[in-house]
């Protein structure tokens, strides 16, 4: 997909957000199906975080999206894909300062230099295992960012095209137990990654609404 063309389907976003593909969901797999909640309980809001969805032009002009292999450590995320981004701190004065200041942070964006310019918010989404309630950021940049990886959170950035998760791309299904929970899932494989979970129920969405 052309760049231009991104930014002319992304210059209003629909209402409602279309749905990410269903088969991303994670589900619990035993004597019944289960899929796990996507909303926190009453009364508890989750911990706000933000994720910034940054697409750009390449040398060719081809739409690319900035994603991040997090560095393997302890922690519910560790080596996990993600887009760049972590938890609101008391400075940041919204959801969209969240966003720049942790894709700055994790993979030096400057912004200004790429002509970043924030077009909306995907839809939100809770996190069970961390408790985080997530704002997916989308902005687009004029040209492509330079881009350098913090060794303490980001083993290595990854820039696919967004084509690749336009409705109908390929999806693998994983079947695989994480902590004691037997978990089913539908994800993409990107540069010898597996992209799953929200990441990839992001990418899908984001996918859904370039394809209208």
Same mark, same amino acid.
């Given at each position: 997909? &052309?760049?231009?063309?991104?930014?002319?389907?992304?210059?209003?976003?629909?209402?409602?957000?279309?749905?990410?593909?269903? *088969?991303?969901?994670?589900?619990? *797999?035993?004597?019944?199906?289960?899929?796990?909640?996507?909303?926190?309980?009453?009364? &508890?809001?989750?911990?706000?975080?933000?994720?910034?969805?940054?697409? @750009?032009?390449?040398?060719? !002009?081809?739409?690319?999206?900035? #994603?991040?292999?997090?560095?393997?450590?302890?922690?519910?995320?560790?080596? %996990?894909?993600?887009?760049?981004?972590?938890?609101?701190?008391?400075?940041? +004065?919204?959801?969209? $300062?969240?966003?720049?200041? %942790?894709? !700055?942070?994790?993979?030096?964006?400057? !912004?200004?230099? $790429?002509?970043?310019?924030?077009?909306?918010?995907?839809?939100?989404?809770?996190?069970? +295992?961390?408790?985080?309630?997530?704002?997916?950021?989308?902005?687009?940049?004029?040209?492509?960012?330079?881009?350098?990886?913090?060794?303490?959170?980001?083993?290595?950035? /990854?820039?696919?095209?967004?084509?690749?998760?336009?409705?109908?791309?390929?999806? *693998?299904? /994983?079947?695989?137990?994480?902590?004691?929970?037997?978990?089913? @899932?539908?994800? @993409?494989? +990107?540069?010898? #990654?597996?992209?799953? !979970?929200?990441?990839?129920?992001?990418?899908?969405?984001?996918?859904?609404?370039?394809?209208?």
């Amino acid at each position: 997909m &052309r760049f231009e063309d991104a930014v002319r389907r992304l210059a209003t976003l629909p209402e409602p957000l279309p749905a990410p593909a269903d *088969v991303l969901m994670p589900t619990i *797999v035993g004597d019944r199906d289960l899929r796990p909640a996507r909303t926190p309980p009453p009364g &508890r809001p989750g911990r706000p975080a933000a994720v910034l969805v940054l697409l @750009y032009p390449d040398e060719s !002009g081809v739409a690319r999206v900035v #994603l991040t292999e997090r560095s393997s450590r302890d922690g519910h995320h560790s080596g %996990e894909v993600s887009f760049p981004g972590g938890k609101s701190e008391p400075d940041d +004065v919204d959801i969209v $300062a969240t966003a720049l200041r %942790e894709a !700055g942070e994790e993979v030096a964006l400057d !912004g200004p230099a $790429a002509g970043l310019r924030v077009i909306g918010i995907l839809e939100p989404f809770w996190i069970p +295992v961390s408790d985080f309630a997530v704002t997916p950021v989308l902005a687009v940049a004029e040209r492509r960012p330079k881009l350098a990886a913090a060794p303490a959170e980001v083993a290595r950035i /990854v820039e696919p095209p967004i084509a690749r998760f336009l409705p109908g791309a390929p999806i *693998v299904i /994983v079947e695989r137990t994480i902590g004691e929970w037997p978990l089913r @899932y539908g994800a @993409y494989e +990107v540069d010898g #990654l597996t992209v799953w !979970g929200a990441t990839a129920r992001i990418l899908s969405q984001l996918g859904e609404v370039l394809a209208d």
